[in-house]
């Protein structure tokens, strides 16, 4: 709906405006436009001081005279057309002059737009005509009274020149605006309703794209005053939008004096200033029109929202795959070395410490390094993993550190972040970082104890928040004795150490292991379930596995392939065993003391209570028929805590 408002000099013309109106809108339904989008209020004003107080807010004002000249300067930004006084009403009003007073003498009085040209007009009347222009209402009475001085047969003007004549005795010809007029403004009118709605749209949508934007945004005109600020920018600087319109920017934003904001071919480079207690980045760009500079755009962030943000998108990044799958719940076991084990390893998790892993090869490291990550405060945040020893020095440098474009020869368009940046307020997993070539061990130092990275190619460093854990199946000190692993770098990841016992300090977890993996993988090929015979969980405990876990893991995959029914015994082990690449040992199980074989019993009923009590002593202690403190008591007797 589009309203347009009529101020109308005296109720005949309101009367007659309205009729022509309603013609307007008959002729647009047989052209195939809508009318009923228009509405028309009219109020009658004949006298500038009469619409102060006027409601105006309508797409466009229609009005005549000096109404229109009152409202364009009480604001320029008004849409308003004026109804005109064509030549037609000029030659009607003076016919009546001659016709009703038979004048000879005619004083036309009015503003420029409605009396401009009317003397030669008189001619096609036989009357002499006088033209008085007035530029504003003030002068109206004043130049009524001179022309009367003067000698005049008929004075010819709008509505107050018509009365203040009628007092002096003079005769008068209301200037009427005909028809063709009023059918003229109301075509002008809604032409520019159309344009006024259309830019009032534009209007609202870019407040609202402004609005709802995160960057705080100001814009300034060519004196650097601002014209337009957001809510985003209302909030960042704590100041409403009218504390801010009008106001120079430098002194809005005082940090912005004497900062130069360089603007590139791709936008700006933003810059880093204070503002109060904040860090905001500015960009600013310049608005150009027919290539004359006619304001700047600034662009305003907090530093610690563009921190907020990419951690938001660090997060996305570790849903698409940086991810720790493993927990505590799936290591296997309940011999006394991989529960100490389990227990250090969750009092690690808890502090934000940096921890070295060290086992040998198959023990289990990445599985204990994700589970320390999501048995920690950072197990919302992303887990990255590395093997070191995987990766030539370049291409490892450039992994960890991330590079910009053009940083070398094959380097990505638009650069890649590092797998620092990656692991942002998560976790960084180094495996083998004994292998890590001795160039590269200074920047990882550097990078773990600074907590920022620079990436290749690149000048400036991108804070970082990592907990670094590493591994490896060597000894570490022993390579610093021998000058290939830096000093510095071993200390500073050797914070918390955490030794993972090989299965030959755990033989009594390998049939439980055994039977995971054998499970597993029947359910992988789709095959019947296999059982293993305790001759063939004794048989497996004999052997040596150099490879460990994994190495155990891949003999229960060739049982299960080469198993002819669904029980696995002690020959199929041997058979099994006989063709595995790797030689292995058999060895007798060590013969212990009638003693150990009762503290080994009581290990495994004790073990087994807690475990089926969810750990609560308590409830343990009930199901053993002991007290909580003896229960405790012999819990350290047995090694368990």
């Not at 107080?53 to 000249?69: M, Q």
């Not at 009317?118 to 008085?132: A, D, M, P, S, T």
């Not at 402004?210 to 209302?234: C, H, M, P, Q, W």
């Not at 570790?318 to 969750?346: C, M, N, Q, V, W």
Request: neutral net charge; hydrophobic residues 40%.
């Amino acid at each position: 709906m589009i309203r347009m408002l009529l101020i109308a000099p005296y109720q005949e013309f309101a009367e007659q405006f309205q009729r022509v109106f309603k013609e307007h809108n008959a002729a647009q339904i047989q052209q195939g436009v809508a009318p009923e989008e228009y509405t028309l209020q009219t109020v009658i004003a004949s006298w500038p001081e009469e619409i102060q107080g006027l409601n105006l807010d309508f797409e466009v004002i229609i009005c005549r005279g000096f109404v229109s000249i009152e409202l364009r300067r009480m604001d320029p930004y008004i849409p308003v057309v004026e109804v005109p006084v064509a030549a037609g009403d000029l030659v009607q009003s003076l016919k009546r002059a001659r016709d009703e007073f038979q004048a000879k003498r005619v004083t036309v009085l009015g503003s420029l737009n409605m009396v401009m040209g009317v003397e030669k007009y008189g001619e096609i009347f036989g009357l002499e005509v006088q033209q008085v222009i007035l530029n504003s209402t003030e002068e109206i009475r004043r130049a009524v009274q001179d022309t009367v001085r003067r000698g005049t047969d008929v004075v010819i003007g709008g509505v107050r020149t018509c009365v203040y004549a009628q007092e002096l005795g003079v005769p008068f010809v209301l200037l009427e605006s005909g028809k063709e007029s009023m059918w003229h403004s109301i075509t002008e009118a809604k032409r520019l309703a159309h344009v006024s709605r259309r830019v009032e749209e534009q209007s609202e949508n870019l407040k609202a794209i402004l609005n709802k934007s995160f960057e705080g945004v100001i814009a300034v005109d060519a004196s650097e005053k601002i014209t337009v600020i957001n809510r985003a920018a209302s909030r960042i600087l704590s100041k409403s939008s009218l504390d801010a319109l009008g106001k120079p920017v430098d002194q809005v934003i005082p940090g912005l004096k004497g900062t130069t904001l360089t603007e590139t071919e791709d936008g700006s480079t933003p810059e880093i200033i204070q503002y109060e207690k904040k860090q905001l980045s500015v960009r600013g760009t310049s608005v150009r029109l027919r290539g004359e500079s006619i304001g700047r755009i600034y662009t305003l962030q907090e530093v610690s929202k563009i921190q907020e943000l990419e951690t938001r998108l660090r997060e996305k990044i570790y849903l698409r795959g940086h991810y720790a799958k493993h927990t505590f719940e799936d290591i296997i076991g309940t011999s006394p070395a991989i529960l100490s084990a389990i227990h250090t390893a969750k009092r690690y998790s808890v502090v934000d410490s940096n921890i070295l892993i060290l086992g040998k090869t198959g023990t289990g490291k990445e599985l204990f390094a994700q589970s320390i990550h999501n048995y920690s405060p950072r197990k919302n945040g992303p887990f990255v993993a590395v093997n070191c020893a995987a990766l030539p020095e370049s291409l490892l440098e450039s992994e960890l550190f991330g590079y910009v474009e053009g940083a070398f020869t094959g380097a990505s368009k638009g650069g890649k972040p590092g797998l620092f940046e990656l692991a942002h307020r998560g976790t960084l997993f180094l495996d083998e970082i004994s292998e890590i070539p001795p160039k590269l061990q200074g920047r990882l130092l550097r990078a773990i104890q600074e907590k920022e990275i620079m990436r290749l190619g690149h000048d400036r460093v991108i804070p970082v928040d990592v907990r670094i854990i590493a591994a490896s199946n060597r000894n570490l000190l022993e390579l610093v004795k021998a000058g290939t692993f830096r000093e510095d770098l071993y200390y500073r990841i050797d914070i918390l150490t955490l030794e993972l016992p090989e299965l030959l300090k755990r033989r009594e977890d390998i049939p439980a292991i055994a039977e995971y993996w054998i499970r597993q993988f029947t359910i992988q090929f789709g095959l019947t379930p296999v059982q293993l015979t305790d001759r063939a969980k004794r048989k497996l405990m004999m052997l040596e596995f150099p490879g460990n876990i994994r190495q155990l893991r891949n003999l229960c995959e060739r049982l299960v392939v080469l198993s002819q029914c669904q029980v696995i015994d002690e020959r199929d082990v041997e058979s099994a065993v006989a063709t595995y690449p790797t030689v292995t040992e058999a060895v007798e199980p060590p013969v212990g003391t009638f003693r150990d074989a009762v503290e080994q019993f009581e290990r495994e009923r004790v073990l087994t209570a807690l475990k089926q009590a969810a750990y609560n002593k308590n409830v343990a202690a009930k199901a053993l028929g002991i007290s909580r403190t003896t229960l405790w008591r012999r819990m350290k007797e047995l090694e368990l805590i």
